[in-house]
């Protein structure tokens, strides 16, 4: 778990993946390359296993990551259930899974 300060972080205009594909100003990476360079830091740091990176930072059972990114305030929790997520995910969430009571004709 880390409490330090993220440094700001400048883009370069070429993608942040390592495959040197130019990327418009203001972007870290190409199209899909964010997931890619996820993907492949997990692969090399962690054995593709994110219960290693979950323990790695001091996360697992006992020791939530979601109840400390709600504690953080970066996500909340659903006021109608106990899934937590980031704002559009609860947006999305209380759509889908808890639709407005559809209000009786009153004819």
């Known amino acids: 778990m880390t409490t330090k300060p993220l440094p700001h972080l400048?883009?370069?205009g070429t993608c942040w993946c390592?495959?040197?594909t130019k990327v418009g100003a203001g972007s870290f990476f190409a199209p899909g390359h964010d997931k890619v360079a996820e993907a492949a830091l997990?692969?090399?740091?962690y054995g593709s296993s994110v219960a290693?990176?979950?323990h790695g930072h001091g996360y697992g059972p006992g020791h939530s990551v979601s109840a400390r990114a709600v504690a953080k305030g970066v996500w909340r929790k659903c006021p109608s259930c106990a899934y937590?997520?980031?704002l559009a995910g609860i947006a999305n969430r209380?759509?889908?899974a808890h639709p407005a009571t559809p209000?009786?004709?009153p004819t």
């Not at 997990?42 to 740091?45: G, K, P, Q, R, V």
């Open 10 to 12: 400048t883009p370069t």
């Open 18 to 20: 390592g495959c040197a």
């Open 42 to 45: 997990l692969a090399a740091e």
């Open 52 to 54: 290693h990176l979950l």
């Open 84 to 86: 937590v997520g980031a």
């Open 94 to 96: 209380t759509r889908k």
């Open 103 to 105: 209000v009786a004709d």
